[in-house]
């Protein structure tokens, strides 16, 4: 089934520790996304890639960073996790840019101690 | 800054009740709306989408909206709801990047 997928599904971890959370689609879309979401607050944006190759600050970027080094793959990584980055993260992908539909992948709840 | 609000943290309803949730947007440009539904533990999915034209959008799950343009609303409707339509329920726009609403927990009593 075509779609967006995520691992780990979930993960805790000590402060001070690396952490990469995998996002894979298969639907060949151009852009894709990384929110947090917190109670409360909603969905933030962390960081985007309108296409393989490019990659582009969101509403809170800091401590974290992306890649995508191809179309199918936009991994986040945590260099050095701190515990208000405890959350649940979701991986998203739009056909083109930000304002068409967005896929959403199952989620990552990451605690962090 | 654009920016996208939901009037209503958490709503009560009972089976069969009419349900009617807020969301007000501010920015220029292009008006694309969305509304996104997120039933316990599950991702966001899709219910409803709004880029142009008829104003009043047909969703899934019998659900429906209605772009108005000079109160700058994107409200969410259903007519009658069922437990099943227990869930969190989140606004988006943006005229280039999607910005979210913080979300409105729907909680239907049977």
């Known amino acids: 089934i075509a779609g967006i997928t995520q691992a780990p599904t979930s993960q805790i971890l000590a402060a001070g520790r690396r952490m990469t959370l995998r996002c894979t689609q298969d639907m060949r879309h151009n852009a894709m996304y990384w929110y947090r979401q917190d109670l409360g607050l909603g969905l933030r944006l962390i960081h985007y890639?309108?296409?393989?190759?490019?990659?582009g600050k969101g509403e809170v970027p800091d401590g974290y960073s992306v890649s995508r080094a191809n179309t199918d793959d936009f991994p986040l990584t945590l260099a050095s996790a701190v515990p208000s980055q405890t959350s649940v993260y979701f991986c998203a992908s739009s056909e083109l840019a930000a304002n068409n539909e967005q896929f959403f992948g199952p989620g990552t709840r990451l605690t962090v101690l | 800054a654009q920016s996208v609000s939901q009037h209503n943290h958490h709503v009560i309803l009972s089976e069969a009740a009419s349900l009617e949730l807020g969301c007000n947007y501010s920015y220029g440009g292009t008006v694309n709306l969305f509304w996104y539904v997120q039933y316990p533990g599950q991702h966001l999915q899709l219910l409803l989408k709004?880029?142009?034209?008829?104003?009043l959008v047909k969703g899934i799950k019998g659900f429906e909206a209605e772009f108005i343009k000079s109160k700058f609303s994107f409200n969410l409707r259903k007519p009658s709801v069922q437990w099943s339509d227990t869930a969190e329920y989140f606004c988006?726009?943006?005229?280039?990047?999607?910005?979210f609403g913080k979300g409105t927990k729907l909680s239907v009593i049977p």
């Open positions: 709004y880029f142009s034209g008829d104003p």
């Open positions: 988006a726009g943006g005229s280039y990047q999607l910005t």
């Open positions: 890639s309108n296409t393989a190759g490019t990659t």
